[in-house]
Structure formats: C-alpha cells, structure tokens
C-alpha cells in the first residue's frame, strides 16, 4: 500500500485560499484539500472517517460551487487560487 502524503494540520483546509473558503463549506473545503494532495476517494474518507459516498458528495458540492466538471478542474483552481498573481510578481522583482 502506497505511503498517503502528508495531510498534518499544515496542509488542511484551513490553509486553502480564503477565496475558496468563502465559497466552500469547511468539509468540502477540507475535502478540495486532500485531493490536493493526490489522496483518493478511499483515502480521503478514511482520513475524514466518513464513507466513500459522503466523500463524492462534497466533491459534488466543490465541483458546482466552482464550476468545474471534474476533480482535475477542481485541484488546478485550487492549486491557481491559492498563489495569487500579485504575490508571484512582487517575488519575481
């Protein structure tokens, strides 16, 4: 079985682009998050302890408060959101 990636206190989803929590609930958001970090759906649930349907159910929920279609739209957002642009361009100077 795969080692799962790091998912401490660090990597929550409390450290998601406030944009993004704003939008999201705490649990889609803390869901967003994990899938960020490349775990699975069983993964995922059994980190949440939750079941595998409760996890495609607030994915669900992240894919239409976003606007995407699948988890792939949903991780690129997640991922572009939560380095903004301006914080890119004041380390590049």
């Given at each position: 079985?795969a080692?799962m990636?790091?998912a401490t206190?660090?990597?929550?989803?409390?450290?998601?682009?406030?944009?993004?929590?704003?939008?999201?609930?705490p649990?889609e958001?803390?869901?967003?998050q994990?899938?960020?970090l490349g775990?699975t759906n069983?993964?995922i649930?059994a980190?949440l302890q939750?079941?595998?349907?409760?996890v495609?159910?607030?994915?669900?929920?992240v894919?239409?408060?976003?606007?995407?279609a699948?988890?792939?739209e949903?991780v690129?957002?997640?991922?572009?959101d939560a380095?903004?642009?301006?914080?890119?361009?004041?380390?590049?100077?």
């Open positions: 079985m080692a990636p790091d206190p660090a990597h929550r989803a409390n450290d998601t682009d406030p944009r993004l929590r704003s939008v999201l609930s649990r958001a803390e869901v967003l994990l899938a960020t775990l069983p993964q649930a980190h939750v079941t595998v349907h409760a495609k159910f607030h994915l669900a929920g894919y239409r408060k976003l606007g995407v699948n988890r792939t949903a690129v957002r997640s991922l572009r380095t903004p642009l301006d914080d890119a361009a004041k380390a590049s100077s």
